[in-house]
């Protein structure tokens, strides 16, 4: 098992930045990949960027050239996010995939871009 919990949503005028933070424990060695995904009232969850255990990264159209997806260790990885629109507004969740292709999530956290 493993748990994993997102910080450092909040209120940001357009243009502005972020960083959102994901911390994992419990079995945090089998941890394979490391994902943001985010999500708005009503639509589905969708991919914003992923990262392997090697530092290979993968990103979404949207968030590409604007965010950046990095990791310290195998128990914290991070979603660096830089000229934020409005329309990034939604709830940031992190996902660890482990060797068994299963997937755990966080609670998300909410960023909230003002134009």
């Known amino acids: 098992q493993v748990r994993l919990v997102e910080s450092g949503g909040g209120f940001v005028q357009a243009g502005g930045s972020l960083k959102l933070s994901c911390v994992a424990s419990?079995?945090?060695?089998?941890?394979?990949?490391m994902a943001w995904y985010r999500q708005t009232p009503g639509e589905q969850r969708e991919l914003v960027a992923t990262i392997s255990r090697h530092g290979r990264t993968n990103y979404a159209d949207s968030a590409e050239g604007r965010f950046t997806i990095s990791r310290d260790n195998a128990v914290t990885w991070y979603l660096q996010m830089n000229s934020l629109k409005p329309e990034d507004t939604a709830v940031y969740f992190c996902?660890?995939?482990?060797?068994?292709?299963?997937?755990?999530w966080g609670q998300g956290t909410q960023v909230t871009v003002s134009s």
């Open positions: 419990g079995s945090t060695r089998t941890i394979n990949t």
């Open positions: 996902k660890a995939t482990d060797s068994g292709d299963r997937d755990y």
